[in-house]
């Protein structure tokens, strides 16, 4: 018998870091960073020039739609949301975030704290037209249950709009193991002021982001490879020159119901 000393206090040690590698808590980080996050998410340029002009675009009529604003942040779209008419819960997995979108929107929107990785019991099925994302999923491991949930409380033909991290972005900064894998990245932020702000996310790969929103029951309709636009390059010159060809963001719109049965019926 081989007579191997293990130090037990180590393995906890290296197990008790790959578990908070493997299950970053989005929340501490973004309550840590609300209060800077909502000064700047009105003009910061990534945001204002680039993800939410595409991802807005992929926005039907909401005028008297019910709209469910999935991991809200301190309420910027669902202000857009709002003045467009449509009728807006948010949810947020940072208590901070909510109390912001609270402020923001006073009455005009509900807002509750909730972790979309979690079932959404308390929301009836076919409750909503639909449900926008956007740049929330990355901070989510597994999609699988949160596009379950989202194809249950939206209603039949109800639109899922999302913007994600773009896959090829971490792939051209060279941070992926292994492309094929759901991996977990840290990003440092120094957009958001002093002090840099240190961010758990995950990035998912361009297959498992289509075959786990097809098996969710939900059909594709738009992709967007967004470009920043013209705007950005007076803020933000260099960035602009780099995003113009190398992506930084995916935007999706699907269409809750499948259309595999008819395919296999031809
Ligand atoms: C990059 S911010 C985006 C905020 C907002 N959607 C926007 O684009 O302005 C990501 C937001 O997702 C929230 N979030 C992260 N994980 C979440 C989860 N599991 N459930 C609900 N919200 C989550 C964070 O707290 C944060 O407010």
């Given at each position: 018998?081989?007579?191997v000393?293990i130090?037990?206090t180590?393995?906890?040690?290296?197990?008790r870091?790959?578990?908070?590698y493997?299950?970053?808590?989005?929340?501490?980080?973004y309550e840590a960073?609300?209060?800077r996050y909502?000064?700047?998410?009105?003009t910061?340029?990534?945001?204002a020039?680039y993800?939410?002009p595409a991802?807005i675009?992929?926005l039907?009529d909401?005028?008297?739609?019910?709209?469910?604003?999935?991991?809200?942040g301190?309420g910027?779209?669902?202000?857009?949301?709002?003045e467009?008419?449509?009728e807006v819960?948010?949810?947020?997995?940072?208590?901070?975030?909510?109390?912001?979108?609270?402020?923001?929107?006073g009455?005009r929107?509900?807002?509750?704290?909730?972790?979309?990785?979690?079932?959404l019991?308390f929301?009836?099925?076919?409750?909503f037209?639909v449900i926008l994302a956007?740049?929330?999923?990355?901070?989510?491991?597994?999609?699988?249950?949160?596009?379950?949930?989202?194809?249950?409380v939206?209603?039949?033909r109800?639109l899922f709009?999302f913007?994600i991290?773009?896959?090829?972005?971490d792939?051209?900064?060279?941070?992926?193991?292994n492309?094929?894998q759901?991996?977990p990245v840290v990003?440092?932020?120094t957009?958001?002021?002093?002090?840099p702000?240190?961010?758990?996310r995950?990035r998912?790969?361009?297959?498992y982001t289509i075959?786990?929103?097809?098996?969710?029951?939900?059909?594709?309709?738009?992709?967007l490879?967004?470009v920043?636009?013209?705007e950005?390059?007076?803020v933000?010159p260099?960035?602009?020159?780099?995003?113009?060809?190398r992506?930084?963001?995916?935007?999706i719109?699907a269409?809750n119901?499948?259309?595999?049965?008819?395919v296999?019926?031809?």
């Amino acid at each position: 018998m081989s007579d191997v000393s293990i130090d037990t206090t180590k393995i906890e040690l290296f197990s008790r870091h790959i578990a908070m590698y493997r299950e970053p808590h989005a929340r501490d980080g973004y309550e840590a960073l609300a209060d800077r996050y909502a000064s700047r998410i009105d003009t910061k340029a990534h945001n204002a020039f680039y993800e939410r002009p595409a991802t807005i675009s992929l926005l039907p009529d909401v005028n008297g739609r019910r709209v469910l604003d999935a991991g809200c942040g301190p309420g910027k779209y669902a202000e857009i949301l709002v003045e467009r008419g449509a009728e807006v819960l948010g949810i947020d997995v940072s208590p901070s975030m909510v109390k912001l979108a609270t402020e923001r929107l006073g009455d005009r929107a509900s807002f509750i704290v909730a972790d979309m990785a979690e079932p959404l019991d308390f929301l009836q099925a076919g409750s909503f037209d639909v449900i926008l994302a956007p740049l929330s999923l990355d901070y989510v491991e597994n999609w699988t249950p949160v596009f379950h949930e989202f194809s249950r409380v939206l209603r039949p033909r109800g639109l899922f709009i999302f913007s994600i991290t773009h896959p090829a972005a971490d792939m051209a900064e060279d941070i992926c193991e292994n492309y094929f894998q759901v991996e977990p990245v840290v990003e440092v932020w120094t957009g958001f002021g002093n002090p840099p702000a240190t961010v758990h996310r995950f990035r998912h790969p361009l297959g498992y982001t289509i075959s786990t929103l097809l098996d969710g029951g939900f059909t594709l309709d738009q992709v967007l490879e967004p470009v920043p636009t013209g705007e950005f390059a007076d803020v933000l010159p260099e960035d602009y020159a780099l995003l113009s060809r190398r992506p930084g963001f995916l935007c999706i719109r699907a269409v809750n119901g499948t259309l595999r049965g008819e395919v296999d019926k031809q």
